[in-house]
């Protein structure tokens, strides 16, 4: 079962014994619990979407491992086309969902560890390769969705992890034993963590020699013993919930749930330790991760700027502001209309959140849906500079399109 379908995903988290909070209450199901199911529907949009003949090609590949055809979350970078095709897979989930997809953070950290185990067997003489090779296969088989653990509490910034006041504030090795290692911590803001099948623990930063305990790299189970998630919180989480004006995005969620992640003593087996106490190597890996990474950022937030920016040009009142043939577009800096749309008055806003509702697939029966649309009607029609009567400034103008 190369590729998991939405289903299989959603019925292969239930079997997995997540131990989760939410507000300071342990959550019996994550995936039936109301502030993590959007995020759980958009991550099953990635699954869905790589059954669909005209999305093949982008969201799947051939694993160079096993020939087999893969989803790209689990496929190791081969050439150019690969990277390219990986920032057209983000843009096109970003237009579907409007949020984060969650991912990409695992799919970076399988690419930063497949280069990094190799070069400390080629430097060390280890054999982390070939361990983590057969792990790749299994997540490629099973069609895993993996979360990436690399940011530490870190406490204080200025010191390093072997001179903090607490030893926690790094995720650290804490036991050895023959057949695997013990480790103790937390990692924080874990976009997807808490709807994952495991997690990708990596070190986040560069190490000196005397740190190895710090220098572990293993892949984690989300419902091992001993893991336990906190999920984040975010400013308007009551009032999502309350269904009120800040609903954000109902179906597919507001960013990728992110969540502290605490090890409390969770043994790792030799054959999920990809690196252990090699500290030189932690610089490259990180770099690795954030090279890889960085580049994402150019697909999703253009797909989620997509949605916005072609809602609100489809559903604009004026037939003067929509594009003409040939691209030209009838302006009238004179007509204040004009210039309150160039600032991106609340009008134009409202008319981008109704049809982004719509362009996200939110059903016209769904009751979250009548909220959206109630938050969008909450914003006045004009905007703060016009209400007092004046013209709006330029300075306003600034600050209300940032
Ligand atoms: C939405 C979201 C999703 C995320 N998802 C993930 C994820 O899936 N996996 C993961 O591992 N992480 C994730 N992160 C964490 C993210 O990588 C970190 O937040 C980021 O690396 C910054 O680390 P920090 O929060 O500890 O900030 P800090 O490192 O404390 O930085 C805060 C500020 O202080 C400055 N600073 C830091 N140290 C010093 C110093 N010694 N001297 C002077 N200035 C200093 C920094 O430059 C920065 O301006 C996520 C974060 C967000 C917001």
């Known amino acids: 079962m190369a590729l998991k379908t939405p289903e299989q995903y959603v019925d292969s988290l239930r079997q997995l014994n997540i131990c989760a909070y939410v507000g300071g209450e342990r959550v019996a199901s994550v995936v039936d619990h109301p502030a993590i199911a959007p995020h759980i529907n958009t991550v099953a949009k990635t699954y869905e979407l790589a059954h669909q003949a005209e999305h093949r090609e982008v969201m799947t590949a051939i694993s160079h491992l096993s020939g087999e055809r893969v989803h790209r979350y689990t496929h190791i970078f081969q050439n150019t086309d690969d990277l390219v095709k990986k920032i057209q897979m983000l843009r096109l989930l970003g237009q579907t969902t409007g949020t984060c997809f969650q991912r990409c953070v695992g799919l970076d950290a399988l690419n930063a560890l497949y280069a990094t185990s190799f070069e400390i067997d080629q430097g060390e003489g280890t054999g982390y390769h070939k361990r983590f090779c057969d792990y790749l296969l299994r997540v490629q088989r099973d069609d895993l969705m993996l979360a990436g653990a690399m940011t530490d509490p870190k406490g204080h910034r200025a010191k390093k992890p072997s001179e903090q006041a607490d030893p926690d504030q790094f995720v650290h090795v804490v036991e050895r034993r023959p057949d695997g290692v013990v480790i103790r911590g937390a990692k924080l803001h874990n976009t997807g963590g808490i709807n994952s099948h495991e997690i990708l ?86 770099t690795y991760f954030a090279t890889w990474h960085r580049a994402n950022y150019g ?84 905007p703060p500079g016009a209400r007092s009567g004046g013209r709006v400034s330029r300075h306003h103008a600034r600050s209300e399109g940032a």
Request: glycine share 14%; proline share 6%; with cysteine.
């Open 299 to 382: 697909g999703c937030k253009g797909g989620n700027a997509d949605v916005l920016i072609g809602a609100t040009a489809k559903d604009d009142p004026h037939p003067r502001h929509r594009p003409q043939r040939g691209g030209a577009r009838q302006t009238d800096r004179d007509d204040p209309h004009e210039r309150d749309d160039l600032c991106l008055g609340n009008r134009r806003r409202r008319h981008g959140l109704q049809a982004a509702v719509r362009l996200i697939h939110v059903r016209s029966d769904d009751v979250q849906h009548g909220q959206a649309e109630h938050h969008a009607q909450c914003l006045p029609d004009q």
């Open 201 to 286: 623990v990596l070190p986040g930063t560069g190490l000196a020699a005397g740190e190895k305990d710090y220098a572990i790299a293993c892949a984690v189970p989300a419902g091992a013993p001993g893991v336990i998630f906190i999920f984040g919180r975010q400013s308007n989480d009551t009032r999502k919930l309350e269904g009120g004006c800040d609903i954000g995005n109902p179906r597919f969620g507001v960013v990728g749930g992110e969540a502290m992640v605490v090890f409390e003593n969770v043994f790792v087996p030799n054959e999920h330790i990809f690196m252990n106490g090699e500290t030189k190597y932690c610089a490259g890996l990180v």
